[in-house]
């Protein structure tokens, strides 16, 4: 559709969109993200990767959250707020922005509201489900190469021979993340603190897409993603 708007990238938003990614850890909230970046040329917010970002440069904020990054806990609602507070006002989000593991208590998600609605952002949740076993697998069966930091799945990206980096034959390891007890954490964090969150935003109105992401490889997940987002993006296109 024509919109007048010049962009090197698919539909553009008429007003700035905020795409809430949701769901448990290992769901591929992370994998989604990168497509959607791809196809609308909007920047991925992670808080995940913002923490990990403090820890490796050994700022006062990465010290003050190693140990429950370590654990697999939840760290301060305060000190999320506020790195999202600060990311979403740089240039790159004035078209809008995709949020990846965030809000993931209701305390976050009312903060995001308070954030986003005088900025005049619309968000819009997709809420990515996926069977209790299938995450435990698929997050069982993650491998890292530690020298170049290529990601492996023993069912959906094996390495060419088993326990070794195709691209520099490392021997691949268990990201400290992905400990079984790691994952058993997040996973109860998730269940007691994050699964709420979508309750909030059903019951507070707002537009929740769920996805069954159980099943299906991560680009037919992907092209549903699409499909919903593409009806939105477009309605405001209209709007122009
Ligand atoms: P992720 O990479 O999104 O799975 O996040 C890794 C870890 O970072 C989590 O287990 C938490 O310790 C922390 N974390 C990331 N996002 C948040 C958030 N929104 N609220 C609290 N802790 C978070």
Redesign the pocket.
């Known amino acids: 559709m024509e919109t007048g708007i010049p962009s090197d990238h698919g539909p553009v938003a008429a007003q700035p969109v905020a795409i809430v990614l949701f769901g448990s ?1 290992g769901s591929g ?2 994998t989604q993200s990168k497509y959607i970046v791809d196809w609308l040329g909007i920047p991925q917010i ?4 913002m ?2 970002d403090h820890i490796r440069l050994g700022t006062e904020i990465g010290k003050s ?1 190693e140990a ?2 370590r654990a ?6 305060e000190l ?1 707020n506020a790195l999202v507070a600060e990311r979403v006002t740089r240039p790159d989000c004035a078209r809008g922005f995709i949020l ?6 209701t305390a ?1 998600a009312r903060q995001m509201m308070r954030l986003l609605t005088p900025l005049g952002v619309e968000e819009v949740v997709i809420h990515l489900i996926v069977d209790y076993n299938v995450i435990i697998a698929r997050m069982q069966g993650r491998r890292v190469c530690p020298k170049c930091g290529t990601l492996y799945n023993s069912v959906s990206r094996p390495p060419k021979t088993e326990g070794i980096c195709d691209l520099d034959g490392e021997k691949l390891v268990i990201r400290e ?1 992905d400990r079984p007890e790691v994952v058993r954490e ?1 996973l109860d ?1 998730y269940e007691a603190q994050t699964r709420p969150v979508i309750d909030f935003f059903r019951e507070d109105h707002h537009r929740v897409f769920d996805v069954d992401a159980s099943r299906e490889r991560p680009e037919a997940v992907f092209g549903r993603i699409q499909a919903m987002l593409a009806g939105i993006v477009a309605a405001k296109e209209v709007a122009v």
Do not use: A, F, H
């Not at 992670?46 to 990767?49: C, F, L, N, V």
């Open positions: 850890p909230k992370g992670s808080t995940g990767d923490l990990r959250i429950r990054m697999g806990t939840l760290v301060p609602d999320v990846d593991g965030y809000p993931r208590t976050q993340d997040r964090q």
